[in-house]
């Protein structure tokens, strides 16, 4: 076809066929450019191309490039009279390639038109088989074959696919007429010829009565019928939807290849099969398939006869067995990276149908990632590329046994799906309530899972005491979730499905009821809640030795540094262990929430005694001093950001709702003893009350209007770092100041800081160095960086903050109402607090760190907002040059990978 | 002393101190630049150097510079030697001109020490007279005037204002003194030179009891402390504060201007008096002054002794009346405005002690500037100039008379200060609920004033029926400051200090109770409730016909559009007349709060039925087109923005604690039969809940979930248009999408109200010309604006949300809390939602123009909040070539004003 083609005045810019031996042209065309290949040739003609250039044998076909679908898409859905050309050519190719002929009864010619779009979009698209039947080929068929039953079972599916699929009828009909038929006896695998030519009777009038028209008998009708529906099918609704929720363009289209067709059905010689190259669940390096004989892919897939491991094959089918193994050697080697492929052996000669790297489990990803360099097949460098970051965030958490869960779906066990706030799999008895949860947890040593309509400081007992947590209310901001995540429980929010019932100490949810006491299993990875028990799967870093290897090869490659969010001893020293080189943020107010700790913080808030203010601050002192200690010891050496208190203090005091309730029961009964306190305790809360406290008084306003607090809480970061000094360990506090928008703000808080660090060093005695740095979380900040940056030892990003000041999201109330519409009818092309939004926030971002930069050299400039463990964020933190990422401790080694990715990508900065 | 310093080998850059004569050579030195003259010198210097230079006479004297004082504060507060010589010099100079001399018990030089900065700071620094008194030269200074009382009594000024000023000792026991004579009988005029001779020797004991040492007898020591306490006084606490609270720079420094003394109070043939060249209350062009025989200035000043009207002064001393005509003359020709001047007779001899220009008032201010360009002696274009915009905004409200305030004020009857949300002065009798106010203020025709805890919709009928609002809590944009400016109304909110006790129907504040129906009045300019009526002042713009004038001349010079925010009629129609051309902002939901609307508005959010929702919508559909149609008759020919819905949509619902006490009582009495449907409002309402609705379900975001309210709006708006074409009245509607940050945002806005166009224009025949534009009040909003612009038909700028955003600042929580912290100590320069923050909102708007006229060409780009009508922000606007501003009908003069200022400014434009 190359030769027939080349010299025909076909303009280059409008060439639409490409048949599969001509790919070396495809590339010279495309200068080489694998990316642009398959954008123009699909995934599968692209990897058919590929196949064929490699020296193994595919069924000979050609693709209608997804360049003509847009064109035809956009020219009113007419195949215009110049691609249609092309075609005709390309079927001619094939004719003589398979020395058949398109409509000849003596020897058809029989072809597939297959959707193969860039990006796999399984069942998405359309595809119709067995082109080429009518009343005459098929006879020519069963004659060829022997076997009339095959040949008219043929032609009856090429039938209903194409009324289906090219002209949009209903199935039923079709469906009903056979399911008439097995109502005498037997099904499909017991008609006979005679069978089969009487159902092929009946459609083809069900499609006459339904259209108007004959099933038209002209192969090449067919043809171009089912490649226009191919190319339509890229606009419907279906794939429009797949293509929304996936994140693919779509402006790609679909690609058509024109295959023809050979046949695993034609008796014991015949058999068709589809195999890995290795294990995709473990990526032990061992042939993994299955095969029929006798039969089409479809059955394999459809899992109606149970099928033979590969194995057999040997001794079934040796020679085809030996051209199985050569091919599955050779794809690897030459797409170095393990296939799951398709073959079909038609009277003992061996096909390949098709290939493509293998879907795996990420255990399985990483492993084949290091044996494939290990064995020389492919670079270090290319391993690490190998293993997509997002995935090893599954091996690092407790997660379900894959197929129970799935089974569990079956069952219809599933009882919400909420938002997933804090990722890893649990089973636990349900408890309505903290003390109850305490109970059952920490002192009778049961699996619990509390489930809260929304969860309050008060209740975070019950949380450290749950082995997950479930909300009916909430976003991935709140209360429940930032705990959750945190400590490392896994946890779901907002599962909105939910309702409990208190009074009768039992839930309702999808009409199932549930009690206390009885068995959930969570899975905070995906926000599923499920009733009864699943088996859950631990694992540690150190048991994966293949992922350590590829972690290890990947810090190798990185320049960003990895620090990790942690506020407690405990979290640093999983941080620790996960490869973080110091502490990127430490919230320290997240202690504040202990249960032995509120108290004293209410009392802080609330008096009107400075005695009792200064009392209780002191004894936060003590707390936040031996916290600091334990932090210090953890990461002896390393650096630890401490953010100064950030939330509002309204966050610290009771639930203004609950408490007006509770006034209401104490006024119906009459308590007017108890009433008055609690009333004025009502009134200060409605007094610390907000409209937006998103934007109110938090962050670096409330220490300039209260700075008793943070006057505690360096106190003690001095101090704990003094005492760490005289114990030989390295402490190295970098003090920073959140929510500045204005360098007098600054100004100001860091004269606070020096004044109260200056006398802790004369107190003592000791000198300790540390520094003062700036968290940058208000589009404001992004503006006046430069003047900042003479004034602040260090910069770290808030990105979640500056995410909704930049957009004037509330996170909160967006993931709740407005954003999944958003993210559904793709209006937003990603949750921008998942993934960094480079465009509108990226740009404040990258505004700032070249202010920075011509203001002052080599300042550290670091992320600590969530956005700082996730992969696509940390290329952009990258390309910005940042000096560190910093996410939660979980996430550490998904950073340290992703951080190696970037840099590969991205070898010039 | 020019001669005599010239050749002197002083270093230029060190030269700390210019004699009044010398002011040629320190325009010389700083190139002819007023300003820096003005800045080096203070305006007392500078102003006396100006009036010596003019030939007018004045005492002789020096000025010690700000430099001189800003270095002397850096230097640990001690005079160089280097400057201190110059001063010295300086004294030299001063006997050699008086032919006095310091110290000369003959004939000796008496000084004072007067503070002196670029900006006047009434009272705020320091004053020392008589200086070069002591033992000796007292008995020559009663020598020569041939009075001893008058003598001794400067002696004993001199050592109690040095002995408090220099020397910081308290003035009780000096007082006391006197206090002591005083019982004798008799007051300080009726004191014999005995009294005072013992009574100096009193107060030299006070002072060496108090210093332990004796009251320097050195005129030169003298001198020296009375330069380094007005120096010092610039940092000073009052000061320090005073400056804050005016925004003046700190760095600027004091001049201390030496000056010899004249006396007024040496006899018959003395006096001394002040005088304006021009009446400052109206602006008439006719002397106004007053002076007192024998007497100094601090006599006229205080007022203790009635003053005669300058004209006697034609009869009483003739010749100096004539030298007091011409210098009136001289001074205002030469400064080309009206002045406040000082004058001294000594002996028939009329001395110039002090001229400025003249504090006035806003109708002076105006009527003055006209007067002078009428007149030729300034160009219009410097009589624009000469008005401060803000000024007229006093003009165009109704408002107190200032004595009668004053003197209300004095009586101590001011009751709150709250925050003025909306200007105005109203009176009225208080009503502590909207349908009281109603029935007294609409129905019976009493003036009212609503005192409220906050305002909710449902108080709107109460708000329009009165005079002024006031409430305790809540901001500048709480829905009480939000409705009343839309509708003109004065209004005050958070008057924290007033408490209501609506059982007893009665106020608390400031310890006075006022019971319901009791009159008070309220000045929504300054936010101040006094008990009681005042008597108030109302006007038209056609009553002012300078200030037409003005304007006229300020019209002819700016190129800023001004567009008015209107959501009415009448507002419209107001606007036209103060000379906007056009509507900037027309708020399309503020029309859902109207009593007769409401409920239909909370069926639509609150229905289950669409059919009852289609119907609610159909009526609002009614109303909102009639609307329209009178803001286009209104606005026949010129163009109306309407921004479509807004604010979230529980803003229209009832306030949810209201609600839930409401279910309390029905609980407490047990009505179960309206209590259910009550709980399910409050579940409704509590559904629509968010906790940062500021960021949260409104503008685009709620169109796009909600579409059915724009469809509305917009088909109220074309089927308006088309109406008005019928009437051949030439509708402009310019439709704006609120609150995008996403292009993807805007588009969907944009197709849904395309579609509703389309159809309105089909159904109606009639083709409306209308463009769809964005509103950009989003911080990521700037970063896109090159890509909306490609899709947006014009740009309005939203700077009260863009303030707010970019700040992170919730107003409402902001103005409750932290920002008056912030303003008082200096942390932010200006409250940024009244002046545009041009440093970091002002760099994204920036950004955002640049990229908007980088993408095309000649978009039209506007304001339409808040800033539109505030001065510095519209020269702001001016320069970055925004087309139009859009304020408040009431400030559409002012914004006229600016914007000349703004152009006349900035010529380069």
Known sequence: MHTRHGPIAVDEKARWVWAFDEVEAVYKKLDGDKERVLTLLGGKGA?????ARIGLLIPPGFTVTTEACMHFLKTDKKLSQDMWNQIEEGILHLEERTEKELGNPENPLLVSCRSGARYSMPGMMDTVLNIGLNDETVEGLSKATGDPRFAFDCYRRLIQMYATVVRGLDDEPFEATLSQRRKKGGNEADFSAADWRLITDQFKSIYRSATGEDFPHDPLIQIRSAVEAVFSSWNGKRAIDYRNATHIEHHLGTACNVVAMVFGNLGQNSATGVAFTRNPSTGEKKIFGEYLTNAQGEDVVAGTRNAKPI????????ACYQDFLKACAKLEEHFTDMQDLEFTIENGKFWLLQTRNGKRTPEASVRIAVDLANAGAIKRREAVLHVEPQQIDALLHPRFHHKSKRRALEEKRLLARGINASPGAAVGKIAFDADLAEEWGSKQGLDVIMVRPFTRPDDVHGMLASRGIVTCEGGATSHAAVVARQFGVPCIVG???????????????????????????????????????????ETQLDEHRYLKQLLDWADSYRSLEIRANADTPHDAKI?????????????????????????HVQRMILTESKAERDDALRTLLEFQRKDFEGLFQSMDGLPVVFRLIDPPLHEFLPDRQSLADEIFDLRVLGRSDELSSKEKLLKQIEHHHESNPMMGLRGVRLSLLHPEIIRMQVRAMLEAAVNAKRKGIHARPEIMIP???????????KEIIEGVARECCEQSGVSVDYTIGSMIEIPRACTIAGGLALESAFFSFGTNDLTQMTFGFSRDDAERTFLPHYLDHGILPTNPFQSLDTEGVGSLIHLAVDEIRAATDGLEIGVCGEHGGDPASIEFFHQQGFNYVSCSPYRVPIARLAAAHAALKLPEL
């Not at 194995?311 to 040796?318: N, V």
């Not at 009821?513 to 799967?537: A, C, F, H, N």
């Not at 620790?576 to 509120?598: K, N, Q, V, W």
């Open 495 to 537: 599962a909105s499905q939910i309702e409990i019932d208190l009074e009768n100490r039992c839930l309702t949810s999808q009409r199932t009821r549930i009690t206390e006491g009885e068995l959930v299993s969570i899975d905070g990875t995906t926000g599923e809640v499920i009733s009864g028990s699943l088996p859950t799967i």
């Open 47 to 51: 990897n058919l191309a590929e196949i």
């Open 575 to 599: 941080a620790r262990r996960y490869g973080a080189s110091g502490i990127g943020l430490c919230r320290t107010e997240h202690m504040f929430f202990d249960p032995e700790r509120l108290p």
């Open 739 to 749: 929510l500045t928008s204005h360098l007098e703000e600054f100004r100001a808080a």
């Open 311 to 318: 194995e057999r094959l040997a001794t079934e089918m040796p």
